[in-house]
Structure formats: C-alpha cells, structure tokens
C-alpha cells in the first residue's frame, strides 16, 4: 500500500500522514481549510516526537481534488464531520481503496458503510498521543499502539497488510479479530478521561488523584455494563492498566476534547458519551455516573 489518503488534518491526521511520507509513502491530507492545506504543501508537516524534529514533504488538497489511484483512505476527522467527511470522498469508491477509521466513539465506521462495500472496510482504536501545536506542526511523545480489524468482526489478510503498514513507519499495529472489544475499551477510556479532563480543566496527569481515579471508575464501572450488552466483553483489568498508564505516561497531554473546549469549540461529547448513553437507554441500563459527567461537559458546549 503506497498510495494513503488521510481525511481530517487535525493532530491525528497530521501525525500519521508525517510518519508515512517518511517512511517512504506517498500521503496525501485532504481538510476543508484551503489557507492550512497551502501551508502543509508548501511547507510540510513538521513532527516533534521522542527521536526529535522531523520535517514530512506531504500532498494536500481539498477532497473533490483528490483523484485515484488510492490504495489505503483514512477517516480521522472528529466524530460530528464523519458523515459530510465520507461523503466528500464517494468519487473513490471506484478506486478499490481500503478504508481504515481510528476515529474516537462510536457510528463512524457505521457512517462509512453507508458509502464504502463494507468487506473493504477496517475499524480499530490507537492510542498514540498527539498535540496540534501549528497549522502545520505536531507533537507526540511516549508510546503507543494500533489495533485493527475488519468491519464488523475479524481480521483477514486485508487488516495485517493493513497493519504491517503502519509496523513500517515505526507505529506498533496489529490487527486484532476481537476489534469490537479494543474499540469500546477506548470509547469507555475517553468517556471518562477525555470528558473528566474537559470538565476540570486539567491535563490527564491531573486525574491522578483520588478523586480522579474514583471518578474514572464510577464511569468506566457502567460502560462495561453497557458494553457487555453490545457484545463487547471489555476486558477490565486490561482497561485499568490503560488508565493507570496514561496518567503515568501522558500527564501533560491535553486531550482533544479539553482542546476543542479551550478554543471554544464543540467537543465530541455526543459521538463518544452521547452515543454510549444512547446504548445504554436501548438496553435499559442506568447509568447515572455516565450521564452526570456528560451533562457538566453539555452545560460548556457553544450555544449549550
């Protein structure tokens, strides 16, 4: 796969577009603000992480610009553009690209079966932390890992191509046939982390309180409820360990959601505990914990 066309330029974006075009891919950023995509053509995106600066040379474009071939597309806008995302890219449809979405929450990869076949459709989870600190500048710092599979279940040879992929451009993949587990070990991870953080204000190294942690579990304790009903058997312990390394490893990092309430933006509060709470009410599962701390993140929302 050599030709990777990444929808969302956002931190995320940026930093998988800059580990590809420097491992020798040919990555092309579509986002919707023609000054920014200007600025990353001319210019490149620039990567601080742990083995220093590194400059990536990539294309970018708006999304009616970008033409086939294509071998790998990659949805990582925020949850609330993932419909008017997918739908700027029908044109590849044709192309016979395999699509990959590692976006944060829930009904993305549901958004991009209404446009993609879905036996070319991969969904997963990465926990790789990354800082928007330019237009064009990112930064990331501390370990990370990539797990994928195949929509809705399974990972045939299509996800390890996938994931070898990444291995080579030093991001540590690997594809995953219970998917679903890794995907809602995430969604329950940021609905406590990423809106506990937005909340108070503080980065994640801040949790690590107790208070913080008895918070995080209250609202993790009811999506694994959740969860269990969806059919994802959430691993618990697993997921502590997630948490007790992300407060030990990522204390300075601002999560998106803390972001996007700092520069006064809307937050993905809907797509990842909106969504979990809309499980919740099919299944008839009380969530109290959940629900409060995802109305404190509503009462800041612009217009809210």
Same mark, same amino acid.
């Given at each position: 796969?050599?030709?990777? =066309? ?59 610009? =970008? ?25 590849? =449809? ?109 980065? =994640?190294? $801040? ?44 204390? &300075? ?25 809309? &499980? ?23 217009? $809210?």
């Amino acid at each position: 796969m050599e030709r990777i =066309v990444i929808v969302g330029a956002g931190a995320m974006g940026c930093l998988f577009a800059a580990r590809f075009a420097l491992a020798g891919k040919s990555v092309t950023v579509v986002d919707v603000d023609p000054d920014r995509l200007a600025l990353i053509a001319a210019d490149g995106i620039v990567l601080h992480d742990d083995a220093g600066d590194h400059t990536a040379s990539v294309n970018a474009q708006l999304a009616v610009d =970008v033409a086939g071939p294509v071998d790998l597309l990659m949805l990582f806008t925020k949850g609330m553009h993932s419909a008017s995302a997918v739908r700027s890219v029908t044109h590849l =449809v044709q192309s016979g690209c395999t699509v990959l979405t590692l976006q944060n929450g829930l009904g993305n990869v549901e958004t991009i079966a209404e446009v993609f076949p879905a036996d070319r459709i991969l969904w997963g989870v990465t926990d790789f932390p990354a800082d928007l600190e330019g237009p064009n500048v990112v930064a990331s710092h501390g370990a990370g890992h990539i797990f994928l599979g195949n929509y809705p279940q399974g990972a045939d040879g299509q996800a390890v191509a996938v994931a070898a992929v990444f291995e080579a451009a030093g991001l540590n993949a690997v594809a995953d046939a219970q998917v679903k587990v890794a995907v809602w070990e995430k969604v329950a991870f940021n609905a406590a982390l990423n809106a506990l953080c937005t909340v108070s204000g503080l980065p =994640v190294g $801040g949790l690590d309180h107790p208070a913080g942690r008895r918070a995080a579990k209250a609202v993790i304790d009811e999506i694994v409820a959740i969860a269990a009903a969806e059919g994802a058997a959430v691993d618990r312990s697993r997921l502590d360990s997630k948490v007790d390394f992300a407060l030990a490893n990522h204390r &300075a990092h601002k999560p998106s959601m803390l972001q996007d309430r700092l520069a006064g933006r809307t937050t993905e509060i809907e797509s990842i505990n909106g969504a979990i709470l809309a &499980a919740a009410d099919k299944h008839a599962i009380p969530a109290p914990a959940l629900g409060l701390l995802t109305d404190l993140v509503r009462l800041g929302e612009p217009g $809210g």
